[in-house]
């Protein structure tokens, strides 16, 4: 099999005395879409965090492309090429999406205005309507504040921005969960799109009919540990909600 | 993706409204007593009266847009002219009527530093502490008061320098005056930092979510501080205007400036819940409370009426823009 781009193997993180992740493992490969599942207090969210640099693990080894790596913080974790898509939309509103896909990296003219730190609007336009064009986003305005947008608009947005900085994988925290289904389906296109363009993604989802959708392979966590790995095309939302609950388990996991 | 076309996006701007409103006060002013309006003594005296406002006006722009709020400008104005004034006092026997540009150059830079200064402990408490802006400044508005008054005694400092109280303070250039120019430039710079920089894209975004700012890695204390830090070293340089042109560091009178710079950013457009916002809009905004002064003046309407329009105005305008987010946020 092709060595995985991130394997994270028997990761412990304590909050006091409450263990969230008890020796849990996780593999993504690149050019797949892998779904995280589990229920609530399985440690998904707390994997996330220490996988993006937001946590540290308190034992375990991550693995990033062969080599053993530590991630004190999310910058650490942007340089390798890892972003991360919050659920509760961390865009800012007022903003247009070319703003907004640009934040935090915003691109200077060049010469002595760039220097006094004006900025090259122009060019961060043209290059984020062609990003948005590349993975399928449609505007109709690429410069109204994000906020008059719809919701599937504005969480496309979002995963635009981490997608076109992320080099390497994308996790998204339930980026669907705010919205409608039309709007669900745009996202998960988008989704689809990147994974196409070789990128790892990790997408969390407590909705199983979806995983099965978009997902190439799905693990699942429970109490702290990886119990289950399938692959999504030969397995069904029974399955994975046994899995999920304790009913089934896999002794290779 | 095809962009807006001009009209659209002129008639979705608050800016263009807040325009025609003050042409609109202009236009019945001017119809009412077209003698006494529409002339060079009122335009200048208008545009002399208002540059100090208007520059404290412009540190809060910043601030508001940041989803704060600086309720120690006035104060540090104050405190900012005594310092100065006294400096320059100090430099010169007690009384510097008669020193030269450089005893003023230091009166300037000392008023700069001096409001600075509270800028920056603002900056630091609103940043560090997690204490809401509104408590901190309020704080520091009585603060700094209180410093500028144990300073000077509680009485006014005289003695400023000839050549600054007829340079800035009165002298023109070209029909202009001297003070409206020093505001127009500040106005200028205010708005192209604010509105073209990656400083004024960063204040933007963190009135607008905090919280996807400090993710995506903009450094948001530091900028908070920065902002703070503008608008107090804006308030020292309003200071040393006020001195330059009462010839006099006052300890009162300015209790209301704070209130006067907020009624005008937000009469300009400038949203309180932060994001939205511009010193254009802040020029127009400031200008409205200074027309219906003078108006009213000219008119014989009884002055009083002036709060009472600019209340009318100033609570319509946030209503307008708190309905415009409430319905953006229902998609």
């Not at chain 1, 990886?226 to 095309?233: E, L, M, S, Y």
């Not at chain 2, 919280?211 to 503008?230: M, T």
Request: net charge positive; proline share 3%; charged share 15%.
């Amino acid at each position: 099999m092709v060595e995985p781009l991130l394997d994270a193997r028997d990761l412990v993180k304590r909050y006091g005395g409450v263990e969230a992740l008890r020796g849990a493992s996780f593999t993504a490969h690149a050019g797949e879409v892998v779904s995280l599942i589990g229920d609530n207090g399985a440690g998904k969210s707390t994997l996330v965090k220490c996988l993006s640099g937001a946590e540290q693990p308190d034992g375990g080894t991550i693995v990033f492309d062969g080599r053993p790596v530590a991630l004190p913080g999310p910058a650490a974790a942007r340089e390798l090429g890892i972003e991360t898509v919050y659920q509760d939309l961390a865009v800012a509103p007022d903003l247009d999406p070319a703003a907004n896909l640009f934040l935090g990296r915003e691109l200077l003219k060049p010469g002595l205005l760039g220097r006094l730190g004006v900025l090259d609007k122009k060019e961060m336009r043209r290059r984020a309507t062609g990003s948005f064009e590349e993975l399928g986003v449609s505007l109709q305005d690429v410069d109204v504040p994000i906020g008059a947008l719809s919701g599937g608009q504005r969480q496309s947005v979002a995963v635009a921005r981490s997608v076109v900085w992320a080099g390497r994988l994308v996790f998204m925290d339930e980026p669907t969960a705010a919205l409608g289904v039309v709007q669900r389906q745009r996202v998960l296109d988008v989704v689809k799109r990147v994974r196409d363009r070789g990128l790892a993604v990790v997408l969390i989802s407590h909705n199983m009919p979806e995983v099965l959708a978009v997902s190439d392979r799905v693990e699942v966590l429970r109490l702290g540990r990886r119990v289950a790995r399938f692959t999504a095309a030969d397995t069904t939302v029974e399955e994975l909600v046994g899995a999920m609950t304790g009913a089934l388990s896999q002794e290779d996991a | 993706m095809s962009g807006r076309t001009l009209r659209q996006r002129l008639l979705g701007a608050n800016t263009l409204w807040i325009a025609l409103v003050l042409l609109v006060l202009i236009a019945v002013f001017g119809a009412i007593r077209p003698d006494a309006v529409l002339t060079t003594f009122t335009l200048q005296t208008t545009l002399v009266e208002t540059s100090v406002l208007l520059v404290l006006s412009v540190g809060m722009t910043f601030v508001i847009i940041t989803s704060g709020i600086d309720l120690s400008v006035g104060s540090v104005l104050v405190f900012s002219g005594v310092t100065s004034a006294m400096t320059m006092n100090a430099l010169n026997g007690g009384n510097a009527t008669a020193a030269g540009w450089g005893t003023v150059l230091v009166g300037l830079v000392t008023a700069l530093v001096s409001g600075a200064a509270w800028g920056l402990l603002n900056g630091l408490l609103v940043a560090r502490t997690g204490i809401p802006p509104l408590i901190v400044t309020l704080g520091s508005f009585g603060a700094a008061l209180g410093a500028g008054q144990l300073l000077s005694n509680g009485s006014n400092v005289s003695g400023v320098p000839d050549v600054l109280g007829n340079g800035l303070g009165t002298g023109t250039w070209f029909g202009v005056p001297n003070l409206v120019l020093l505001a127009a430039v500040v106005t200028a710079i205010g708005a192209l930092v604010l509105s073209t920089t990656r400083f004024g894209r960063h204040t933007y975004a963190i009135g607008s979510n905090e919280e996807a700012a400090r993710r995506v890695g903009i450094g948001v204390r530091r900028h908070l501080v920065a902002v703070y830090l503008l608008a107090g070293a804006l308030a020292g340089l309003a200071g040393f205007m006020a001195l330059a042109y009462f010839r006099v560091a006052s300890v009162t009178g300015h209790d209301t400036d704070n209130l006067n710079a907020i009624a005008g950013v937000v009469l300009g457009g400038t949203s309180l819940f932060g994001g939205a916002g511009s010193v254009v809009g802040t020029v127009l905004g400031v200008f409205i409370p200074a027309v219906l002064r003078k108006g009213f003046v000219i008119v014989g309407v009884n002055v009083y009426w002036q709060p009472i329009a600019v209340a009318v105005v100033l609570v319509a305008a946030v209503w307008f823009d708190q309905s415009r987010r409430r319905a953006r946020n229902q998609r």
